[in-house]
């Protein structure tokens, strides 16, 4: 019931579906993520912008699968919901650069994620990547800098660096 709403012509409707969706948390998440796959524009917006206020790990896979969509606003919405899960936003995005770096949209919107990460202490792993995809062969050469990334990560975080 609340997912079908969640593609009602009245806003109102919408948004309350959304918040109602939020507020059972974990519950929703797998649902939410499917209907990021939905063929309506509306119901897409809307589950990936419940997903990006969950502040919940598990929604990483459905705002990665948001970075792809066609509509600019819903890739925006997922990138944005990426960066605020704080440290799992980022690693998803990482890995989903990994294996999906012929995707222009997506290299747009990690770009996006990795630039809001560098401004809270993460810089030193991400220039590289940054600089990858700003390059001259991104498909090429923005995977391997993701994929270092991630080791410099892990490696900081097994040490118990923080760098943010």
Known sequence: MLLRALGSG????RGMARERLVALGAVAIGP???????PSPAVRWEA???LGEMYDPAA???LVRG?????FGIRWLAAEGLVRLGYPGLVASLRALEVGAESVWLRGRVHQILR???RQGYGRDLVPVLRALEGWDP?????????RALDAL???????????
């Open 67 to 71: 970075l792809v969509d066609e509509d």
């Open 60 to 62: 990483t896979a459905g």
């Open 48 to 50: 990936v912008k419940a």
């Open 32 to 38: 939410l993520t499917e209907a990021v796959g939905n």
């Open 116 to 118: 809001a990460f560098a």
């Open 154 to 164: 892990a490696m900081a975080e097994a040490a118990g660096i923080k760098r943010h």
């Open 10 to 13: 009245n806003p109102v409707a």
């Open 139 to 147: 498909e090429t050469t923005a995977p391997l800098a993701a994929a």
